[in-house]
């Protein structure tokens, strides 16, 4: 089971959301708003930017963090989609 790192609870705060573990087979977070889930988020088996941090410092959590974002630059722009909150929450 995935452990929610303190900073996605920070940005989950930050952007006036709840995270709870996620209830979805392969996901790692489910993201609510007013008591609503609006999605499910992070696959597990991959890494997000506070596991990477935990396991191998900032310099490289701040690099993969970098790729993650050039990468999945199109998911941002539609809010509240699944790619905008992982983008937000998890990296």
Do not use: C
């Not at 790192?5 to 705060?13: K, N």
């Not at 709840?18 to 609510?32: A, C, L, R, W």
């Not at 941090?53 to 509240?80: D, M, S, T, W």
């Amino acid at each position: 089971m995935y452990r929610i790192r303190p900073y996605s609870y920070r940005q989950a705060r930050k952007y006036g959301v709840e995270i709870y573990p996620s209830t979805v087979q392969g996901k790692k977070i489910d993201v609510y708003k007013r008591g609503k889930k609006i999605a499910s988020i992070g696959a597990k088996g991959y890494f997000d930017y506070p596991t990477y941090l935990e396991r191998y410092g900032l310099k490289y959590a701040k690099e993969r963090q970098r790729l993650y974002k050039l990468r999945h630059r199109q998911n941002r722009i539609v809010k509240n989609s699944p790619g905008y909150w992982a983008a937000k929450i998890l990296w």
